[in-house]
């Protein structure tokens, strides 16, 4: 297979390329976004990645992929790592006595007296889920990157690039962290791609994908600036940290997964929100419901924000919005909808709202109404001077809340 153009008519099967970034246990994050893909009817034509993007492809494009995401959710340091999970886990809490103090400074003087982490556990926990057959017989194009040492040169590398029988050695090279020990292959070592190109959508688009879906982890690395104007570069990244790039606690991949899998549909169905997932409705339609506003709510609207000279038809749309959306830290061109929706997911946060599911507006605005609300300062009946009084001294979180307040409180349904 040489690459796909996409297509876009209903009901025929999306081809994309996805390139996934390197980040060590971030990449859970992979795993949901791409399960989000396949539900959702799309066909992935190519993958390529670097790191823990490119182990994860290569189970992908041999068909593994449900086999992967039971891995991910069973993953033990101790699989990948010469250390054993308590030792590990004191290590990445910092949490340790004098005694695992002691056998931590064994490990680590094993690691510099072999010039890095030995990878020997980890190519043996390849050997046993990763078929290279599978991988050069799949319909779909894989690539990734390394840097090779000897040669001090990167190597973007597709799988025809690479001799039989050494895939395994290159998924490893190209996962080869600064702290492992470098992957010898033949005479020449080879560190981690993320010193080239921690996430190659170029790869994708030589091999002429022009809807290119790059998954992000946000970890550590270069990026190379793609090269072909016509290529259409969507990137979908995490709404939340995705942890430690060694974190592989059982609870955070479990978040991880469930986070790329919603992420990845924010981004597939145009939902709205950045830490919720909002089905959209109609600019006008929620304009028109803003009318629901009483006056009494429009002016205490503009009163958190010091909007105090203006009239009321115009005061809402023209002064409080934008200023809403500006201390929201939008962009200018954020229209009403992303106004609305940020103001209300600050209000849910603080509810503790549940996140990961998908909220029509309406239903959003009935869970953020009817859960417990954050106390306000200002109590029913207080003077207007003390009610003044107690605005001004409204720290900004507090006015943006108490704003997402009155709002859920007077817009009934959209």
């Known amino acids: 297979m040489v690459g796909a153009e996409p297509c876009a008519i209903m009901g025929v099967m999306f081809m994309i390329g996805i390139a996934l970034e390197g980040g060590g246990a971030r990449g859970a994050f992979h795993m949901g976004v791409v399960k989000a893909f396949l539900e959702e009817g799309y066909e992935i034509g190519g993958i390529t990645g670097t790191s823990i993007g490119a182990l994860n492809g290569a189970i992908i494009v041999q068909g593994s992929f449900e086999?992967?995401?039971?891995?991910?959710?069973?993953?033990?340091?101790?699989?990948?790592?010469?250390?054993?999970?308590?030792?590990?886990?004191?290590?990445?809490?910092?949490?340790?006595?004098?005694?695992?103090?002691?056998?931590?400074?064994?490990?680590?003087g094993r690691i510099i007296r072999n010039r890095g982490l030995d990878t020997g556990k980890l190519r043996q926990f390849l050997q046993g889920l990763i078929d290279e057959e599978r991988i050069r017989k799949s319909p779909m194009d894989f690539g990734l990157v390394t840097v090779s040492l000897t040669g001090l040169k990167p190597m973007e590398l597709y799988r025809e690039d690479i001799p039989e029988?050494?895939?395994?050695?290159?998924?490893?090279?190209?996962?080869?962290?600064?702290?492992?020990?470098?992957?010898?292959?033949?005479?020449?070592?080879?560190?981690?791609?993320?010193?080239?190109?921690?996430?190659?959508v170029n790869l994708l688009a030589r091999k002429g994908y022009?809807?290119?879906?790059?998954?992000?982890?946000?970890?550590?690395?270069?990026?190379?600036?793609?090269?072909?104007?016509?290529?259409?570069?969507?990137h979908i990244l995490p709404s939340e940290s995705l942890g430690r790039i060694f974190d592989f606690s059982r609870d955070l991949i479990s978040r991880n997964l469930k986070m790329g899998y919603y992420d990845g549909l924010r981004v597939i169905r145009g939902l709205r929100g950045k830490k919720y997932y909002i089905r959209p409705v109609e600019e006008d339609r929620l304009l028109r419901t803003l009318h629901q506003l009483t006056d009494r709510q429009v002016s205490d609207l503009g009163s958190l924000f010091g909007i105090n000279k203006v009239?009321?038809?115009?005061?809402?749309?023209?002064?409080?919005?934008?200023?809403?959306?500006?201390?929201?830290?939008?962009?200018?061109?954020?229209?009403?909808?992303?106004?609305?929706?940020?103001?209300?997911?600050?209000?849910?946060?603080?509810?503790?709202?549940?996140?990961?599911?998908?909220?029509?507006?309406?239903?959003?605005?009935?869970?953020?109404?009817?859960?417990?609300?954050?106390?306000?300062p200002a109590a029913p009946g207080v003077t207007a001077s003390i009610k003044n009084r107690i605005t001004e001294s409204l720290t900004g979180k507090h006015r943006l809340l108490s704003a997402a307040r009155i709002i859920a409180e007077g817009i009934k349904s959209v």
Request: with cysteine; aromatic share 10%; charged share 35%.
């Open 165 to 200: 029988g050494k895939l395994i050695d290159y998924l490893i090279a190209s996962a080869s962290f600064p702290g492992f020990k470098p992957k010898e292959i033949g005479k020449d070592f080879y560190i981690d791609g993320g010193l080239y190109d921690n996430c190659p």
């Open 311 to 376: 009239e009321s038809g115009r005061m809402l749309s023209e002064k409080i919005l934008p200023e809403i959306g500006r201390r929201l830290g939008l962009k200018k061109e954020a229209d009403c909808q992303d106004i609305i929706v940020g103001l209300l997911e600050r209000l849910a946060e603080e509810q503790g709202l549940e996140k990961y599911q998908i909220y029509d507006l309406n239903d959003f605005l009935a869970a953020v109404r009817t859960g417990k609300l954050p106390d306000t």
């Open 210 to 234: 022009r809807e290119i879906y790059a998954i992000r982890t946000l970890g550590p690395g270069f990026h190379r600036e793609v090269r072909y104007p016509d290529v259409k570069v969507t």
């Open 67 to 108: 086999e992967g995401c039971r891995v991910w959710e069973n993953l033990t340091p101790s699989e990948v790592f010469d250390i054993d999970d308590e030792e590990y886990q004191q290590l990445i809490q910092r949490n340790f006595d004098r005694e695992a103090a002691r056998r931590l400074a064994g490990v680590i």
